[in-house]
């Protein structure tokens, strides 16, 4: 792996999804990952109003602030500039990666989604993405059409000296070959939230020491 950027660190990357993290259940979700040892918080929210939006972002901004954590908007530069988010995650059909970080500035963490695809990585890694998101690796229900990806692609991501994310289905059960490939964040949505907010809090301890446990880059023994 290359180096990081310093606010980017090995571990879960906790993903909202209002199916999952209801507005009145959005904050002590995330606030639960984040006591459990989330490194990373993307909001995702594709239902929402504008207005909700704004709030709840300005709120998770905020929250993540404070708990010393990037939060990332999905799919969103311009309300992540607005509320002054620390970065947003593109798919392949979003905004135009150069498009992003000129709104959004160097310093701004830009994640892209590369399906299965090393070529879809190596353009990002060009365009100066700041992480590569590979997946979905299991049944997700929250990417179901998505195209499914090998554990491989994270050994074979590695020598793009980039951070690189696995998601799609994971769980404490599953996580293990994945961290094992080289995935130094765990993306998960349905994998940590949707129950309370002591269930998030002890499944996100659960992926932290897991990814601790088992990344090859780890001091720790397995």
């Known amino acids: 792996m290359g180096t990081m950027k310093p606010s980017l660190q090995r571990g879960l990357y906790a993903i909202t999804d209002n199916r999952l993290t209801p507005p009145d259940r959005l904050l002590k979700s995330v606030e639960a990952a984040l006591a459990g040892g989330a490194v990373l918080v993307q909001y995702r929210d594709k239902l929402s109003t504008a207005a909700e939006r704004l709030r709840q972002a300005t709120d998770l901004t905020s929250l993540c602030r404070n708990a010393g954590v990037p939060l990332l908007i999905n799919d969103d530069p311009e309300l992540a500039h607005r509320v002054g988010a620390q970065g947003v995650h593109l ?15 160097q310093e ?49 991501a590695s020598r793009l000296a980039l951070p690189v994310a696995a998601i799609g289905g ?11 490939a080289g995935a130094d964040l ?3 949505v349905g994998g940590l939230f949707g129950g309370s907010p002591e269930d998030i809090e002890a499944k996100a301890k659960q992926f932290s020491q897991l990814i601790a446990l088992h990344h090859p880059l780890s001091t720790h023994s397995n």
């Open 91 to 105: 798919g392949q059909d979003d905004w135009a990666l150069a498009d992003a970080r000129k709104l959004l500035g």
């Open 108 to 156: 701004a963490i830009i994640g892209i989604t590369c399906h299965h695809r090393i070529d879809l990585a190596e353009t990002a890694k060009a365009g100066g993405a700041d992480y590569l998101a590979f997946g979905r690796f299991y049944h997700s229900g929250t990417k179901p059409g998505a195209p499914r990806a090998n554990a491989q692609v994270l050994t074979e």
């Open 170 to 180: 994971i769980t404490t059960d599953n996580a293990e070959p994945l961290v094992r």
């Open 186 to 188: 765990i993306a998960v």
